[in-house]
């Protein structure tokens, strides 16, 4: 029987570490579906599991990767045949069940998502968790009647993966896009080329008191705690924020003000369990809106062995865009 590689993260008294290890078939989890992985891909939630923050890994050894690429190698399921190009994000990859970071996986037919044209594996791959999630938060705007006659659409951490997304899946959909971000200097040309209108200082998020100024019609924030009791505060009367990520912190120190005096909506926005139906959903807009040639430019590809660094430089802020792992090399 063929040996396919895996990074697994493990546990012992001095905290995680990983390794590359061989594994066959026989290794592989429970599941009606085989899919011979091509790519994977580093989210902050890969760094959190990698590192060990948070303790979110369920049972050791466990195979690291929120997300996998691939083709379908063997399938009971009629709608997923063989040779067919799928992804998988969440529903417990990585933590729960053997994740991406492997060359073969085996899963339930359910969290399975064929990924649609004219999105190819490396693109899927670059979109992975985080741009899927920020699909998810740019419908959810969609769904709350935000549109791009609204008024202007904040986005926050708009250089990292999500915000990034999110940025150009907004721009593409013509809505006045505003990017904030702590590297403005570095970044701003190339958010403004990703399709923001404006970019912004995230300096210029914190200090807003429980109202302020009502500037957004819709934000989509990845940062939590001040930022986005700031950008609740800044929200305009009858908008919508779609939070979906905690880089700042998971606290919020907001008040109620913003609800109850503009009738400010805050939608939380989840990508681990989110139904088929939302997530097909958010992939047919992937599909539609997203530049993939844009993508590609803020994409690095790393080998399997350097997703566990790279993961680290991800939750310290560093990485811009985009990382993909490519579990061959
Ligand atoms: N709800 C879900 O299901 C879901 C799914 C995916 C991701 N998430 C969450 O969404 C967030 C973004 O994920 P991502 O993959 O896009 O991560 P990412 O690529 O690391 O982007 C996060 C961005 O936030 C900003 N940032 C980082 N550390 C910060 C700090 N201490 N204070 C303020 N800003 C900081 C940086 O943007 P700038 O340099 O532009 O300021 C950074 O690029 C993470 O918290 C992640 O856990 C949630």
Redesign the pocket.
Known sequence: MPSFRALEVDRDDDGYTTRLVERTDIDLAEGDVTVDVRWSDV???DG?ITSGRFDLVRRFPMTAGIDLVGTVAESTAEDLPAGLLVTVN?HGLGTDHPGGFAERARIPHEWVTPVPEPIDDLSAAAIG??GF??A?AVRTLQEHHVEPSTGPVLV?????????VAVMVLGALGYEVV?????REQ?EKSLLRLGASTVVD?LELLDAGQLGRARWAGAVD????R?LATVLAETRYGGTVAA??????VDLPASVVPFISRGVTLA?????Y?PAPARRSAWALLAERLDLAALREITEIVPLAEAPGRGDA????Q????LVVDVRA
């Open positions: 989210n902050y939630k959190l969440g968790t985080a999630t920020a998810l926050t951490g708009a250089a990292g993966g999500a915000g990034s990017a904030s971000t702590g590297r970044e995230r990845t940062l939590g705690s930022a979906m990520g905690m880089a700042m912190g939380g926005i989840d990508s681990v989110a991800v939750m310290a802020g990485v811009r865009g985009r």
